[in-house]
């Protein structure tokens, strides 16, 4: 099996030892080469480091080189949105309205066959995708 991480999982697993108990234990018992993220869970951390940057610096720092980490640990494995992606996001969102950026990536899980891993399952659980939370002992 193949997954695709959301930004409230790899965000998750950030939290080390404060990690729930639950997502540790699957993250650690999958293999790390089937792991898959999204431009957009990328683009969601940077948006939470900038919105940092004037308030808290440090933390704003920490999660840039957590961010740099991330990019490095998935390189060859973080999926663009590309024009097939977005075509199958537009069928997606023919059903109901979606909010974009999940729908997004439940049309990335979609096409590149992947398990969509989040802990927000109810917001894409109609979508005929295969999806996982972690969370759920």
Not at 62 to 74: E, G, M, N, T, Y
Not at 108 to 125: E, G, K, M, Y
């Amino acid at each position: 099996m193949r997954f695709l991480l959301d930004t409230n999982i790899i965000s998750e697993i950030r939290k080390q030892e404060r990690c729930d108990a639950n997502v540790m234990r699957w993250f650690r018992a999958v293999d790390s080469g089937s792991l898959f993220l999204s431009v957009l869970v990328i683009g969601e951390i940077r948006r939470g480091a900038e919105m940092l940057r004037e308030r808290d610096l440090r933390r704003f720092e920490a999660i840039d080189h957590w961010l740099a980490d991330v990019k490095l640990a998935f390189e060859g494995r973080i999926l663009d949105i590309d024009a097939t992606v977005a075509e199958e996001w537009g069928r997606l969102g023919m059903r109901r309205s979606l909010p974009v950026i999940d729908g997004l990536l439940a049309a990335t899980a979609r096409i590149h066959a992947l398990t969509l891993v989040t802990r927000n399952t109810s917001d894409v659980a109609d979508l005929d995708i295969a999806l996982i939370n972690p969370f759920l002992a």
